[in-house]
């Protein structure tokens, strides 16, 4: 009995060694409250959210969710809304959550039309002053490539509440992909007076780039990297730090976003496709073809498609760079069944690697629908590739020139706009721009990069012009 007995006070001896050294280093836990000895201050300990709490507050915000927590989201307001069918908020939520799932997953034809039907549910369920669902179809329609319906379901979704910030993202978008630069930035200023955090200034950032702001967008996304509160979040901010130092041909820079934004969510593809395309940058090609195949294993969109096509033809490797090939086409088809316009990605595959007069037959509809800069500058190259090459001209001018709003200095635009001039022997213009574009950034392009340099080296080096000579009395003044 004795033995038992010291055995009981022995064992609670250990347990009150372990609280003590529990309470030297700092406090203790109770009732999910820290505690600490020093004057009875009590701090609460952070509780993470439930995954599909945490996916609800992200989608409310317009803030990237974690595909898992997309998952038990989903699962959840289908499971409420089986009994609660009147519940036009949980309907509006569950639509922008597919919404959601489908462009993390590229799946289309899986989550848009889930999402359609789930938000024009809960506008017939309450059809006046539901912003959250015009929010949601406005966005939808962003993600479908539709901007003009994304513009008139963004302006009734302001209209209906003029105060909900998380309306004016996809109505940035809207007016971006018409071409509208100017109404962007009105947009955007609004929504600097309502709201601070980091999607706004991961949203900022994007008009920056828009405008030529370089610098400005990439100060906005490394504040919008640091105010991240999840993972996911996180993960998707440093992607878009990372494609910005992509495009200023920051090679290591842009791996080192990529790279990390995939540590922190494995789902984030968009990365893992940028990694691929620095590390081909960086001559380390073995692993940006296992990059690119793992994006497009989980993540099949049809632009991964492309880069890793033409990253096989760069290498000689034409019958691996058609079945990429043939692998966009599918894409493309599918995702019109999710009611996605692909004429963009598909006229510039078209263009380059088809049929350039079937590439200009799709954006000459895409233009008419909806003329931004990105549209401009595939008709142009598509016109050029297809002998059009004085129209050419004219597309090609409105993408890269700075009073037709192409202010992005885009190295991919700039070598389209000097590859056209030097074709209709405008040297000077088609060498200045050549130059900027491998200035800009020199990797753009696994096809594009050498055949800029190809061309300079015929163009050769600029004629010397003689220095106009100032007299006397010029240079007293």
């Known amino acids: 009995m004795e033995n038992e007995v010291g055995a009981v006070r022995q064992g609670r001896g250990r347990v009150l060694k372990r609280v003590l050294i529990t309470l030297l280093a700092g406090g203790v836990v109770a009732g999910g409250v820290m505690l600490f000895p020093h004057g009875g201050r009590q701090v609460p300990r952070p509780v993470r959210p439930a995954p599909g709490a945490q996916a609800d507050s992200a989608v409310r915000a317009g803030v990237p969710a974690a595909l898992p927590d997309l998952a038990v989201l989903i699962g959840e307001r289908e499971a409420h809304l089986r009994t609660h069918p009147g519940d036009a908020r949980s309907w509006a939520v569950l639509g922008a959550a597919y919404v959601e799932q489908?462009?993390?997953?590229?799946?289309?034809?899986?989550?848009?039309?889930k999402a359609e039907r789930a938000l024009r549910t809960s506008?017939?369920?309450?059809?006046?002053?539901?912003?959250?669902?015009?929010?949601?179809?406005?966005?939808?329609?962003?993600?479908?490539?539709?901007?003009?319906?994304?513009?008139?379901?963004?302006?009734?979704?302001?209209?209906?509440?003029?105060?909900?910030?998380?309306?004016?993202?996809?109505?940035?978008?809207?007016?971006?992909?018409?071409?509208d630069h100017e109404a962007a930035e009105q947009t955007l200023d609004r929504l600097l007076e309502l709201h601070s955090g980091p999607a706004v200034l991961a949203r900022a950032a994007a008009v920056y780039r828009d405008l030529g702001r370089r610098e400005d967008a990439a100060a906005a996304l490394s504040d919008a990297v640091a105010g991240a509160q999840a993972p996911a979040e996180r993960a998707a901010w440093l992607e878009r730090a990372g494609q910005l130092a992509w495009e200023r041909g920051e090679r290591e820079a842009a791996l080192r976003h990529f790279e990390e934004a995939v540590r922190l969510d494995p789902d984030q593809r968009a990365a893992q496709a940028g990694q691929a395309r620095a590390l081909a940058a960086l001559g380390r090609t073995s692993e940006a073809l296992s990059a690119y195949r793992a994006a497009l294993t989980k993540q099949p969109v049809p632009q991964y498609a492309l880069e890793l096509g033409e990253?096989?033809?760069?290498?000689?490797?034409?019958?691996?760079?058609?079945?990429?090939y043939d692998l966009?086409?599918?894409?493309?088809r599918r995702d019109a069944a999710g009611g996605v316009d692909g004429d963009l990605v598909l006229g510039a595959f078209e263009a380059d690697h088809g049929d350039p007069r079937a590439a200009v037959r799709l954006l000459r509809q895409e233009w008419a629908r909806q003329p931004g800069v990105e549209v401009a500058d595939a008709l142009g190259w598509a016109l050029h590739r297809s002998g059009e090459t004085e129209e050419a001209l004219r597309f090609a001018t409105v993408a890269t020139d700075r009073a037709?709003?192409?202010?992005?200095?885009?190295?991919?635009?700039?070598?389209?706009?000097?590859?056209i001039e030097r074709r209709l022997r405008l040297d000077g213009p088609a060498r200045r721009h050549l130059e900027e574009a491998l200035r800009i950034n020199p990797y753009f392009s696994r096809l594009g990069a050498p055949?800029?340099?190809?061309?300079?080296?015929?163009?050769?080096?600029?004629?010397?012009?003689?220095?106009?000579v100032m007299d006397d009395e010029e240079e007293e003044e």
Request: no cysteine; hydrophobic share 40%.
């Open 451 to 468: 055949a800029a340099r190809t061309a300079l080296a015929e163009l050769g080096e600029a004629p010397w012009t003689d220095v106009p």
């Open 311 to 324: 990253l096989y033809e760069s290498l000689g490797l034409a019958q691996a760079a058609r079945v990429q």
């Open 102 to 113: 489908g462009r993390r997953t590229a799946d289309a034809a899986a989550y848009y039309p």
């Open 404 to 419: 037709h709003a192409g202010t992005v200095r885009s190295a991919s635009y700039l070598y389209h706009r000097g590859m």
């Open 123 to 179: 506008l017939t369920v309450r059809p006046a002053r539901n912003p959250e669902a015009l929010g949601g179809m406005a966005a939808l329609a962003d993600a479908r490539r539709d901007f003009r319906s994304a513009r008139a379901l963004g302006e009734a979704a302001l209209k209906a509440d003029p105060k909900r910030w998380t309306t004016y993202p996809p109505l940035i978008d809207a007016y971006t992909g018409l071409g």
């Open 328 to 332: 966009l086409r599918d894409r493309v």
